[in-house]
């Protein structure tokens, strides 16, 4: 299946911990990675491979990817990570090669 | 270090041809592994991939649109061309070019801003 669906929204206070999902069948045999996309800008790559983080991204960027969930977690969350989340599937088996999730947005309170 | 930036027009009418050049620099499209790949997002909507060509001259496009479009290289110029066809109000988006690396599991690790393309008569 190419579907890739995530919730809408999540809404956390500053300090805690920020949990989004990306689902799809059997997504953790493929990989994803994560965007992050502040308003009018481009999206910034903030995980790739599942779990790995390029240069210069935060330690409380991580992320998870097992069964039919993969997640994206962010701890102790601060004001500048309000913004919206993209998970993107690569399967390499597929003709959907690259399949992008509908976004989650993040509010911090 | 690398950068990206789109250009063409902004403004299309419908039934027309769409012509879209990623320019780039502080990498080689010849390079083993490395590709380019146009990402499209409507205003308030989500991010949709559209093509990704890589090194070895593989293309590869949207299941969705593959009928529309064409994506090509030039690598004299460090550029990278996607041509989308029959426009229509509903390809109205902000159209991004990005860097893709197998070293970085195939993911777009660095994008141009986008150009905004309307499609309207």
């Known amino acids: 299946s190419s579907v890739v669906t995530q919730t809408p929204s999540v809404s956390v206070a500053p300090g805690q911990t920020a949990r989004i999902t990306c689902g799809g069948q059997?997504?953790?045999?493929?990989?994803v990675h994560w965007y992050q996309q502040r308003p009018g800008q481009a999206p910034v790559l903030v995980i790739y491979?599942?779990?790995a983080r390029p240069s210069g991204i935060p330690e409380r960027f991580s992320a998870s990817n097992s069964g039919n969930t993969a997640t994206l977690t962010i701890s102790t969350v601060e004001a500048g990570d309000e913004a919206h989340y993209f998970c993107?599937?690569?399967?390499?088996?597929?003709?959907?090669?690259?399949?992008f999730g509908g976004g989650t947005t993040l509010t911090v309170l | 270090q690398i950068t990206l930036k789109e250009s063409g027009p902004t403004l299309v009418k419908p039934t027309q041809t769409l012509t879209l050049t990623c320019t780039f620099s502080?990498?080689?499209?010849?390079?083993?592994?490395?590709?380019v790949g146009w990402i499209r997002q409507p205003p308030g909507k989500a991010l949709e991939w559209l093509a990704l060509?890589?090194?070895?001259?593989?293309?590869f496009y949207s299941p969705s649109l593959k009928n529309r479009l064409t994506i090509a290289k030039d690598t004299s110029d460090n550029q990278v061309v996607l041509t989308m066809t029959n426009m229509d109000p509903v390809d109205t988006a902000t159209y991004h070019c990005?860097?893709?690396?197998?070293?970085?599991?195939?993911?777009?690790?660095?994008w141009g801003q986008g150009i905004l393309v309307t499609v309207s008569s």
């Open positions: 990005a860097h893709s690396d197998w070293a970085a599991a195939s993911s777009f690790d660095f």
């Open positions: 502080g990498f080689s499209v010849t390079t083993s592994g490395v590709g």
């Open positions: 993107q599937v690569w399967d390499a088996t597929s003709d959907h090669l690259v399949v």
């Open positions: 491979d599942d779990r």
């Open positions: 059997s997504i953790g045999d493929k990989r």
């Open positions: 060509i890589y090194w070895n001259d593989d293309k």
